[in-house]
């Protein structure tokens, strides 16, 4: 004879867990898109203040800019919003190159890291960097933008664009901390070293890809809007 | 006739409780990740502070109008489905507030989801109460939670960058404890806290035992 004690509680039918958890899931997707819908211009506007002054920040000798977009392995004038590989192109208050800003992305510890970087192909080094988007480890991966040893791999990070003007001479590489032999490697940061090893990929990345378009274009950077056909 | 159910009222100790008594951090020790990992400034002990305060106070608001609806197979994946509809909210809101602080906060954000605080709190009280209490309640944890993080990032920052939202407070001479800012110092600091609370509360049991005993001999004598 079964009691109240041993009974088995009746199982709700599966019509009734499949419309609770479809109409949470409706209420969770009407809020998320709600409020990205809201928040996308916002977000949208501070990416491109937080770039603008990135590039002033990695450029800071440049006083005015112009952005440009490879097309075909040349350089379009364009406006931030283009989509595309885009090149920050700095000038100082004579109106003369100092040099660009580059992006450059890779998977860090997290998620992709994005940095802004700059180049200059008057001494083909990488002189400096900016982190646009993070989400690295506080206190571990953040290390890249205070480690003091880390940011001297920037004073100038060999990035020399071979004679043909196809890809860098030397890829540059992230090494083990105090193992750093050629000027083109990055001395990673002892217990950051996934993200170190990203910041190496990434500028190699970038460098292989844009270092010679830069290069092959350097006359049409140096003119400014002089030339301008777009 | 039959007798209804009456729900207590909301009382204030509903809203103390997570403030201290029930501390989530101090007492509970719940949702240590965050509190030792962003706690290395005011700021960001502040901004995590206020979003695990919205996660909380919406996922738990959410859940308490759903209790009756929510059957008992399917509650844990439908309150991961919540708490992880308002990280997201929080997440856009805050690359929408300032994007400095969002790098900063990191990937602590989104791991909101797994606070053992947040489900907890939804399985243990939401799921149980009424919507108003539910809020009163969540807001005391959440504040509490707050609290104990500005507690850590204070000391942190103070020692470990001489500073206090951002302020200068120690003089240049001062030479920086950087281990305070580093994760070993998040465990100093939440350590040398609990053995601070659990002093004062030692000897505040004692006084009253020995408060006790007097009264006891007194009323003997």
């Given at each position: 004879?079964?009691?109240?004690?041993?009974?088995?509680?009746?199982?709700p039918?599966?019509?009734?867990?499949?419309?609770t958890l479809?109409l949470v899931?409706?209420i969770s997707?009407?809020l998320?898109?709600?409020?990205?819908?809201?928040?996308?211009?916002?977000?949208?506007?501070?990416?491109?203040?937080?770039?603008?002054?990135?590039?002033?920040?990695?450029?800071?000798?440049?006083?005015?800019?112009?952005?440009?977009?490879?097309?075909?392995?040349?350089?379009?004038?364009?406006?931030?919003?283009?989509?595309?590989?885009?090149?920050?192109?700095?000038?100082?208050?004579?109106?003369?190159?100092?040099?660009?800003?580059?992006?450059?992305?890779?998977?860090?510890?997290?998620?992709?890291?994005?940095?802004?970087?700059?180049?200059?192909?008057?001494?083909?080094?990488?002189?400096?960097?900016?982190?646009?988007?993070?989400?690295?480890?506080?206190?571990?991966?953040?290390?890249?933008?205070?480690?003091?040893?880390?940011?001297?791999?920037?004073?100038?990070?060999?990035?020399?664009?071979?004679?043909?003007?196809?890809?860098?001479?030397?890829?540059?590489?992230?090494?083990?901390?105090?193992?750093?032999?050629?000027?083109?490697?990055?001395?990673?940061?002892?217990?950051?070293?996934?993200?170190?090893?990203?910041?190496?990929?990434?500028?190699?990345?970038?460098?292989?890809?844009?270092?010679?378009?830069?290069?092959?274009?350097?006359?049409?950077?140096?003119?400014?809007?002089?030339?301008?056909?777009? | 006739?039959t007798p209804t159910k009456q729900t207590p009222p909301i009382s204030f100790d509903v809203f103390t409780a997570g403030l201290w008594k029930e501390n989530p951090v101090f007492v509970m020790m719940l949702g240590?990740?965050?509190?030792?990992?962003?706690?290395?400034?005011?700021?960001?002990?502040?901004?995590m502070g206020i979003a695990s305060i919205f996660v909380l106070v919406c996922s738990n608001a959410l859940v308490s109008a759903l209790r009756h609806f929510i059957p008992k197979q399917v509650r844990i994946t439908t309150y991961i489905i919540i708490i992880a509809t308002f990280v997201?909210l929080v997440?856009?809101?805050?690359?929408?507030?300032?994007?400095?602080?969002?790098?900063?906060?990191?990937?602590?954000?989104?791991?909101i989801v797994v606070n053992c605080l947040i489900l907890g709190r939804a399985e243990a009280y939401a799921s149980k109460n009424t919507v108003m209490k539910s809020i009163v309640s969540a807001l005391g944890m959440g504040l509490g939670f707050t609290l104990a993080l500005v507690?850590?990032?204070?000391?942190?920052?103070?020692?470990?960058?001489?500073?206090?939202?951002?302020?200068?407070?120690?003089?240049?001479?001062?030479?920086?404890?950087?281990?305070?800012?580093?994760?070993?110092?998040?465990?100093?600091?939440?350590?040398?806290?609990?053995?601070?609370?659990?002093?004062?509360?030692?000897?505040?049991?004692?006084?009253?035992?020995?408060?006790?005993?007097?009264?006891?001999?007194?009323?003997?004598?």
């Amino acid at each position: 004879m079964s009691t109240p004690e041993n009974s088995v509680p009746e199982l709700p039918s599966s019509t009734k867990l499949i419309s609770t958890l479809a109409l949470v899931a409706m209420i969770s997707g009407l809020l998320v898109v709600s409020i990205y819908e809201y928040t996308k211009p916002i977000i949208a506007e501070n990416q491109r203040l937080a770039t603008e002054r990135a590039i002033f920040k990695v450029l800071p000798q440049a006083v005015s800019r112009l952005t440009f977009v490879v097309k075909n392995q040349t350089l379009v004038l364009a406006d931030d919003k283009t989509e595309g590989d885009l090149i920050y192109a700095g000038y100082d208050k004579n109106k003369q190159f100092v040099g660009v800003a580059l992006n450059a992305a890779a998977q860090g510890y997290q998620d992709t890291v994005k940095i802004l970087y700059s180049y200059q192909p008057k001494t083909s080094c990488i002189t400096g960097f900016d982190v646009l988007k993070s989400t690295e480890t506080p206190g571990f991966g953040t290390k890249i933008t205070t480690d003091k040893a880390f940011l001297a791999n920037f004073k100038c990070l060999e990035a020399k664009v071979n004679s043909e003007q196809t890809q860098l001479l030397n890829a540059i590489n992230t090494t083990r901390h105090g193992s750093k032999q050629h000027p083109w490697q990055i001395d990673a940061i002892s217990g950051s070293t996934i993200t170190s090893n990203a910041i190496g990929r990434m500028l190699n990345q970038s460098g292989q890809r844009l270092h010679p378009i830069v290069m092959q274009n350097l006359t049409r950077l140096q003119q400014g809007t002089a030339n301008d056909t777009d | 006739m039959t007798p209804t159910k009456q729900t207590p009222p909301i009382s204030f100790d509903v809203f103390t409780a997570g403030l201290w008594k029930e501390n989530p951090v101090f007492v509970m020790m719940l949702g240590l990740c965050p509190v030792l990992a962003v706690t290395n400034s005011v700021l960001n002990s502040l901004a995590m502070g206020i979003a695990s305060i919205f996660v909380l106070v919406c996922s738990n608001a959410l859940v308490s109008a759903l209790r009756h609806f929510i059957p008992k197979q399917v509650r844990i994946t439908t309150y991961i489905i919540i708490i992880a509809t308002f990280v997201t909210l929080v997440d856009y809101m805050i690359q929408a507030i300032s994007l400095d602080l969002y790098n900063k906060l990191g990937a602590f954000i989104q791991l909101i989801v797994v606070n053992c605080l947040i489900l907890g709190r939804a399985e243990a009280y939401a799921s149980k109460n009424t919507v108003m209490k539910s809020i009163v309640s969540a807001l005391g944890m959440g504040l509490g939670f707050t609290l104990a993080l500005v507690m850590l990032g204070g000391v942190r920052e103070l020692l470990g960058a001489g500073q206090l939202l951002g302020y200068q407070i120690f003089s240049t001479q001062f030479e920086p404890w950087v281990v305070m800012i580093l994760p070993p110092g998040g465990f100093i600091v939440l350590g040398s806290w609990l053995l601070l609370i659990n002093y004062v509360q030692q000897r505040k049991i004692g006084k009253l035992i020995a408060m006790e005993s007097a009264s006891h001999c007194a009323v003997k004598t």
